[in-house]
């Protein structure tokens, strides 16, 4: 197959003003969060914290940073987006529907029997899926391996990006693969960590201490900064330095994403049990118009600026 740019495949914006990425970015994951409000509505519950928590870098991601082609995912010049933490798998389809990879009225099939969305993410159901996320922990060192196999198959220099949690770093195995990614100096590999503070049995710090996080990374050979998850403008520019400096050789890339679960629906961002949630039927009408509320606040306020 060829690795040339197809018609109608999606390139990054980087050549656009910083304020049309910055606006369309937040219209993308505007999207992407009622895109997870939608799929958890089907089936009433799911690991929706997490989704709406990951909806910024994921948007910035599909729609401003990566080579896709929408309609064949598996051109082989595509960047390539490896997802981990396998039960963000409907954060992952809401961004496919995004970026035009499945058709968006499939994520009211998420989680049901015969449905190409599973919840939790398997390559071989789903468009666009790279990898069966879990068990945590493997997501990074498959990256790396992803990155060398590209590499030796002189396939140009597609990124590899590898969405993780900040629970997967209590696993040695992630560091043993960030040892690695540096050893073999894939300056093509950009981790991305969400940094939401939770894990299934309570609080990261209190399960395992990680920080200090930059100086962590930095001392496993990467180049490393932390941004507000949230920030959009922020996520852009630290993309844009990762794939700027991204290379056949040198320093992988790690952007640390401070986020926070159930983003863009209060009712969801106080609830004290976030890990796996069930939802009442009468409530999911009411996250949505949360959303939707905050959405249009803050496209007001940016009129304003």
Known sequence: ??????????????????????????????????????????????????????????????????????????????????????????????????????????????????????????????????????????GLGIAVGTALGLRHQGRGQPLVLNLLSDGELDEGSTWEAAMSASHFELGNLIALVDMNGMQADGRTEDVMRNEPQVERWESFGWHAQRVDGHDVEALIRAFDSAAEGASPTGRPHVIICDTVLGKGVPMLESREKLHFMKIAEEEWPLCKEQLTAGHRSDETEEDVR
């Open 1 to 138: 197959m060829s690795t040339a740019p197809q018609p109608g495949m999606r390139a990054p914006m980087r050549d656009r003003g910083l304020d049309v990425r910055v606006k369309s970015a937040q219209e993308a994951a505007y999207q992407i969060r009622m895109g997870v409000l939608e799929q958890g509505e089907a089936q009433g519950e799911g690991y929706v914290g997490q989704a709406l928590g990951a909806a910024d870098l994921l948007a910035v991601a599909y729609t401003d940073q990566m080579h896709l082609d929408p309609a064949n995912p598996d051109w082989e010049g595509r960047d390539r987006f490896l997802l981990s933490i396998g039960h963000y798998a409907l954060a992952v389809y809401s961004a496919l529907a995004e970026a035009g990879t499945i058709p968006r009225e499939e994520l009211t099939t998420y989680a049901a029997d015969g449905s190409r969305l599973p919840m939790s993410g398997m390559s071989t159901y789903t468009p666009g899926m790279e990898i069966s996320g879990g068990s945590l922990g493997h």
